[in-house]
């Protein structure tokens, strides 16, 4: 499975990007997509997580602010970034596999990972 993310750019605060994943095929492990996201001399963070069937799961920093969503049909997966701040600014990576519903943070769960797509918001 290939995973390809794209969107990324600079913004301001208060800025808007959309990122979005490709999915090169569906797979029955890789049910649960996600995005990640990794700051300069940072490790990984959880951003946000869905199911091709529904339900979404956001960390407590960007929840309210960002919305995770997917197109079943073009096996795409969507990260709307509203409200941005300097701290958002992170090399963002989709991510595919089946943790539990549970265990959706853990990036060492996930079997395919797309390349990064870097995030810059200046004030």
């Known amino acids: 499975v290939q995973l390809q993310a794209s969107g990324g750019g600079s913004v301001q605060v208060g800025g808007s990007l959309k990122l979005s994943c490709a999915r090169s095929?569906?797979?029955?492990?890789?049910?649960?997509m996600a995005w990640f996201r990794q700051a300069l001399g940072k490790g990984r963070e959880f951003v946000a997580a869905t199911t091709w069937i529904g339900g979404t799961y956001y960390s407590d920093s960007v929840r309210g602010r960002f919305a995770i969503s997917r197109d079943n049909a073009k096996n795409m997966v969507y990260l709307q970034m509203n409200n941005l701040r300097p701290e958002d600014t992170a090399d963002y990576h989709c991510?595919?596999?089946?943790?539990?519903?549970?265990?959706?943070?853990?990036?060492?769960?996930?079997?395919?990972w797309g390349q990064g797509t870097q995030v810059t918001v200046s004030s």
């Open positions: 095929r569906r797979t029955d492990d890789t049910y649960r």
């Open positions: 991510a595919a596999g089946s943790p539990a519903w549970g265990s959706v943070q853990n990036a060492g769960l996930y079997y395919h």
